[in-house]
Structures are given as C-alpha cells and as structure tokens.
C-alpha cells in the first residue's frame, strides 16, 4: 500500500513549467553525439527510418534485377542473361521484394508511428528494437554477399526441393537462402515481440483497446502470425540445410524422406506472410484516407474485425498453393472452401473504404490518390486470386504467368502503393517538410499507368500458356508482343518510383516547413512538433476518444493542449505503463538508453551464420562464445538502472 501511495503521489506531482521541463526531457532522452549515438542509439523514430531507407534500397536492387529479367523476357530467344543467371536473378527478386522490403518496409512506419499513435515515448523493448533492425540489415547484406561469390540462391524464393537438394544444386547458392533467410527470421521474431508487448503495455491512458488506429491492428496482428508460423519456415530452411551439408535425408525420396514435407512447412508460413505483407499496409489506408476525406473511417469495429479475420483464416489457406500436388478431394475442397471465404473480410475493408470516401469531403492530394489507386489495384489482384481459389481454375493457371500478374497485383498494389501513400502522408512528420504535390500527381500517374501497363498484360500471357520461370520462349507461340508491352510498362513504373525518389531528395532541402498538422489529421502524432521531439511527449497524454485532434478542435481546444493533461515523468527514461485492455495506467516503466549491445550481438549473430555457411565448427564455437559473452553484458544489471527503479519518497519526489 506504501508503495502505491508513493507511485500514485509522483503522478498526481505539478508539471513543471514546459520550457524547463522540455530541456531536462531533451538531456535525458538525446543520443550522445558521433558514432557512439549512431551505432548505439535505441530512438524509435530513428530505428523506423532506418527501416524504410533499408527497405527501398533494397526495393532498387529488386527493382534493377526485375528490369533484367525484363529486358531477357522482352523478345523471343534472346540471349542477353544464360539460364543460370536468369535463375538466380529472379530468385533474388523474389527473396528482396517479399522478404527484404515488403514486410520490413512495413515495420519502419510501425516502428516510428506506434509510439507517437499511443502517447509514448518508445517501444516496450528498445534494445530488441535497436537488435532487430541490425540483424535485418546485416541478413540483407548476407544473403547479397551471394553475388560476390558467384552463387547467389537460384531456385527461386520458395526454394522448392528437390531442385534445391545438393545433388541438383551443388555449391553456396542454398546455402546463402537458407542461412539468410534464418538469421532474417530472427528478426522478424524479435520485432514481432516488441510490438505485442508495446500494444499491450504502452498505450497511453484511456487509450482502450477500441479506441487504437487501425495501422496498429494490422500490424498487431500480423506479429502475433509471425510468431506463429517463422518457426514453420525457420525449421524447413534449417532441414534444408542439414540435408544438404550434414548427411541428413528429411526430403530425399530415396532414403525415405518427403519433397511435400518442404512445401506444408514452407507455405504454412507462405500463405499467412501474404497478409503480413499488406493488412498494416491496409491499416495504412484506413488511418490516412478519412484525413483527406474529412470524417471518421465508416465501420471502424467491422474493418479491425476484418483485419484480425483475415489472419486467422490466412492459417487455412496454404493448401491453396499445393492444389496441383495430388493431394486427397477432401483437402482440396476443404481449402478452396477457405480460400474462396477469405474475399469476405477483405470486401468488408474495401466497402468500409469506399463508404468513406462517398460520405466524406475527399481533398485530392497526392496520397489520396495513392489510396484510392490502392483500392482499384486491390480489387483487380483480389479477383484474380479468388479465381484460383477454385481447383478446376487453378489447375490451368498453376505455374503460368497469370499467378505472376496475381501476386504482384498484391506485392505492389497492396503493399507499394499505399507505402508511398504513405510517405506522403507522414513525410511532413519524419522530416518537418512537405513534399511537392504538383511531382507527387506525375508521380502518381506515372506510376499507375505503369503498373497496370506492365503487370495487367501478364494475365493474358498467362491464360495464353506461358508458364512463369522461363528464360526464353520460341517466337511462333505468340507471347512476343505482351512481353514487350510489359518490359515498356515496368520501365514506365521505375520512372515513377524515381520521381519519388527525386520528389524525397529536392524536399528534404527545399521543401514547404510543415507545422505540427498540416493535413489536420486526428490522431496523437500529429499533435507534436514536426519532427517529433526525441522524447516524443512532454507529459504522457490521456486520451478519451478514436480521434483526440478531431474532438479538440470540435471543443475550440488547442491541440497542444490535448498533449499536456497527463503525468510527467522526467526522472530518467520513462514512460507510462497501462493495462491490457482499457489502458489503465498502473506502472511507470523504465527504458534503457542507448547501447553497443544490439550491434555487437547482430555481428556475433552473422560471424555464426557465416560459420555455418562455410561449415567451419571453429568460427560457429567462436561466434557462440561471443555471442554469450553479448548476453552477459547486456543482461548484467546497471547500478544507475537500479536506483531509477526505487520508487522516490513523497517529499524527494516534490524536488524531483
């Protein structure tokens, strides 16, 4: 009881005055300078730029590899890649679209947004922040490295046996895809905690689980996928390479093993990263259009419903991939049934959006554009994907260039789209600075007309019989002209995505300053200056409503006013911690500063999987011992840490 009273008379403490209170945050919360704060740092908005920078750059090297698969494909018997290199370039476009940007893409904006969105001055674990990004990055340079060596992975992303067995596929090529895409899922796991504890713990006070943006459900749920089924693959990936390097048999026929072993585990996480890889990307859309359509998001109970729905039922839906594979008339039918199912709570999104925008005030700016750009896309990649839920269908359209069209009508129109959408939306908040919106409308335009230029004759080439990963087809079967049409249109994209790039560049030195809401938008991060303090809040807000901004300007209330009813908390790195459901608050909890650890852990992590690539025992018992010795260091507890903790008494705290 002592200690409640203690606790409860530190939040109830007079704020002190702003200017003053805002300096001691700054001190407390501000990286240290040079290479210490820039290697150490634990700042989420950093780390979430850091994302969204990595995953572009690795948007362009897919981007380059998929113009040479074009320029291949662009006629008949063309010779300009050999088939080795043609098989490896579009395995590596495959493993950089899907693994290396859509879903890390999508953790950025996450990781920057989340805290600002809850009232809160960093993710629940900000080391585990920190560490996951660099083992992001340091898996994207490993698997890369392939290219160095002459063997990047080259069967393509799904890495089906037993093409990819040693006996067929000798050398580094596997290897590289199955220790990378490991030490990649490490990641993936990390960050994926992180962000289910933050939404469970960190919220600010009234911020009921009913009350959160949708960008929240969407990612929520597609973490908590995530930890789910990266086991699934990781086990497959690790089978694979203990097949291939230490005399195992788990998919070789002949000593009793199972090529369909490989498939079930592979697409038991393939099919639920479809939806890892666009429901935060939806959230995207639901948050940001009712900005520029001037009202509340019509059904806002049914769209998160929808959202958590999708997920669930994407666990039913594997099977789907694997209709071609002789499997039982039950298992068929019983999957095409829940895959056909799936259209339902994707319809009940698509309607919610289009409601929106129908009872709204729509404001064309160039994100609105990219939403509803987004939205268009989105039916057309959902159409073809319901057509191959049906067995009969998907057996003609099994492995031809019409499921090519499908899944990069979802990559790109549901991922892409609403990515940059995005940028425009919260690029005003990362940076303080507009982008120039008559770019951003060519931009669009380009982009748009691009896209369907290029991936919509797809579908066609596709019911035509071209079968997909070919390198070259003979003049007289009639694919020339389509093909041809396609490079011109992926051409057309690229342009686009340079003028973003270009449009980025220019603005972020001669852009428009942005206050702190320049689209007048509702929700907590916009209450804050652009860009946000390194401490995000001066007091932790208490929020009553879906739309804090809206609601105050409703009442004449300034909005900075709505971001200083609240405790502050200023006696080192701290935040308010709630309860589950109704974001209760009930603890103060304390956050580590920046820290080596999570660097050196991630370069311990890749010396291991360098170690097990070359099967060298001593450089795995090496990289083992460092990585404890990290561990150690990192768990050991900090004096200054443990006598933050002590709860202070009534009248030390009145000094604070």
Request: charged letters at 10%; glycine letters at 8%.
């Amino acid at each position: 009881m002592a200690n409640e009273a203690t606790q409860t008379h530190r939040l109830a403490l007079p704020v002190p005055a702003s200017a003053e209170l805002e300096r001691r945050l700054k001190r407390i919360w501000e990286d240290p300078p040079g290479l210490a704060g820039f290697f150490g740092t634990v700042d989420h908005k950093r780390i979430g730029i850091r994302y969204i920078v990595t995953a572009f750059v690795f948007l362009i090297f897919g981007g380059i590899e998929a113009g040479l698969i074009r320029a291949q494909l662009s006629g008949a018997e063309l010779h300009i890649l050999t088939p080795e290199q043609y098989n490896e370039l579009f395995t590596m476009h495959g493993v950089t679209m899907i693994f290396l940007y859509a879903g890390p893409v999508l953790s950025g904006f996450s990781n920057y947004l989340w805290p600002l969105l809850f009232g809160s001055r960093d993710m629940a674990f900000p080391r585990v922040n920190a560490l996951s990004y660099w083992i992001f990055l340091f898996a994207g340079i490993f698997i890369y490295a392939s290219f160095l060596v002459g063997a990047a992975p080259n069967d393509g992303w799904f890495g089906y046996v037993p093409y990819a067995s040693a006996a067929y596929n000798p050398g580094y090529n596997i290897d590289f895809y199955t220790l990378g895409l490991i030490f990649l899922g490490i990641s993936t796991t990390a960050g994926a905690v992180n962000f289910v504890v933050t939404f469970l713990r960190t919220r600010a006070p009234g911020m009921s689980i009913n009350r959160v943006p949708i960008l929240v459900w969407g990612t929520l749920t597609v973490s908590v996928a995530n930890i789910l089924v990266i086991p699934s693959v990781s086990l497959a990936f690790f089978l694979l390479w203990s097949d291939r390097n230490i005399g195992t048999h788990f998919f070789d026929v002949s000593a009793g093993g199972q090529p369909l072993l490989w498939q079930h585990l592979f697409w038991l996480f393939g099919h639920p990263w479809v939806y890892a890889i666009v429901l935060p990307a939806m959230g995207i859309v639901s948050d940001a259009l009712p900005t520029f359509c001037r009202r509340p998001l019509v059904g806002y109970s049914l769209v998160a419903l929808a959202t958590v729905t999708t997920m669930m039922l994407g666990f039913g839906v594997w099977l789907h991939h694997m209709f071609a594979t002789g499997l039982s008339d039950l298992s068929l039918a019983f999957f095409s049934g829940a895959s056909i199912f799936i259209a339902v709570p994707s319809a009940v999104a698509v309607f919610a959006w289009i409601a929106t925008i129908w009872s709204g005030r729509p404001v064309y700016t160039t994100a609105f554009l990219f939403f509803v750009g987004m939205i268009l896309l989105f039916v057309i990649g959902g159409v073809s994907g319901f057509m191959t839920a049906s067995v009969p269908v998907d057996w003609q359209l099994t492995d031809t260039y019409f499921v090519v069209a499908h899944i990069h009508y979802v990559l790109i129109g549901i991922n892409i789209f609403p990515v940059v959408g995005g940028i425009y939306y919260w690029f005003p908040k990362f940076t303080g600075r507009m982008l120039s919106e008559r770019l951003g409308r060519w931009n669009f335009w380009t982009m748009f007309v691009g896209f369907n230029l290029g991936f919509f004759p797809m579908h066609l080439s596709g019911l035509m019989g071209m079968p997909r990963r070919i390198y070259t087809y003979p003049a007289e079967l009639g694919w020339t002209d389509l093909n041809l049409i396609t490079t011109f249109g992926t051409l057309v994209f690229a342009i686009g995505v340079l003028m973003l790039l270009i449009n980025i560049a220019v603005s972020l030195k001669r852009g428009a300053i942005a206050g702190p809401n320049p689209w007048g938008a509702p929700t907590l991060e916009w209450a804050v200056s652009s860009p946000p303090p390194v401490y995000n809040f001066t007091v932790i807000p208490t929020v009553a409503s879906r739309h804090p901004l809206w609601e105050a300007a409703l009442d004449e209330t300034p909005a900075r006013s709505v971001i200083n009813r609240g405790p502050a908390l200023a006696h080192g790195r701290e935040t308010m911690g709630t309860s589950m459901l109704d974001a209760t608050p009930d603890t103060i909890l304390k956050m580590p500063g920046e820290s080596l650890t999570p660097l050196v852990l991630a370069l311990a992590l890749a010396a291991l999987f360098t170690g097990l690539l070359l099967v060298s025992w001593p450089v795995v018992t090496l990289a083992l011992l460092a990585i404890a010795i990290d561990l150690f260091v990192w768990l050991w507890p900090q004096p200054a840490a443990v006598r933050l903790l002590e709860l202070r008494k009534p009248e030390e705290a009145e000094h604070g």
